[in-house]
């Protein structure tokens, strides 16, 4: 999706909500399954409020934001 949209302003970013114990696998795993979109690693809190109760992943999430 990232290739397909870039262009009309699509930015997919990968969010490893692993732990500190796998952040070192991360670019091992980008590599392995040709990840061609940022990976960032959030903050508890971030994690906590996208994710909420529901603790399962893979997920996805859709921010729409506009130019200023």
Partial sequence: MQQQYA???????????GGADDRDA???YAKEFGIQY???FPD??????YLGDNQNIPQAFVLIGTES
Avoid: T
């Fill in 44 to 49: 508890d809190e971030l994690a906590d409020s």
């Fill in 26 to 28: 991360v670019p091992a």
């Fill in 7 to 17: 262009a009309q302003g699509l930015q997919v970013i990968g969010l490893n909500v």
């Fill in 38 to 40: 940022p990976l960032a």
